[in-house]
Nanobody, 126 residues
Framework: QVQLAESGGGSVQTGGSLRVSCAAS????????MGWFRQAPGKKREGVAA????????HYVDSAKGRFTISLDRTKNNLTLEMNSLKPEDTAMYYC???????????????????WGQGTQVTVSS
């Protein structure tokens, strides 16, 4: 069993920055890839960024490239997403996720995620 607990988030104006973090606990040795997903009201949950635990290789969706940075502190099992130049369309509930296989090429699809956190809200006002 893996437990994921997000923190951070909040409200910011357009162009601002926020950080969300995720603490992983439980059977963390089973985690090979971690990522961030988001879901806006009325929309499907979508992947934002992912990081392979062993290699540190990162993946971003196009909307996040150049603005978001995903990082993992393996000693503390802590995942972070730094978000800069935020836009109103970034407003969503952000979820931490993990899978027990290596994400070599891309951000995992939401239906492939094995463990989810409870989510933390990010709101960007214009």
């Amino acid at each position: 069993q893996v437990q994921l607990a997000e923190s951070g988030g909040g409200s910011v104006q357009t162009g601002g920055s926020l950080r969300v973090s995720c603490a992983a606990s439980g059977y963390t040795n089973s985690i090979y890839c971690m990522g961030w997903f988001r879901q806006a009201p009325g929309k499907k949950r979508e992947g934002v960024a992912a990081i392979a635990v062993e290699s540190g290789r990162t993946h971003y969706v196009d909307s996040a490239k150049g603005r978001f940075t995903i990082s993992l502190d393996r000693t503390k099992n802590n995942l972070t997403l730094e978000m800069n130049s935020l836009k109103p369309e970034d407003t969503a509930m952000y979820y931490c996720a993990s899978v027990s296989w290596n994400c070599f090429y891309d951000v995992p699809k939401s239906e492939q995620v094995e463990n989810w956190g409870q989510g933390t809200q990010v709101t960007v006002s214009s």
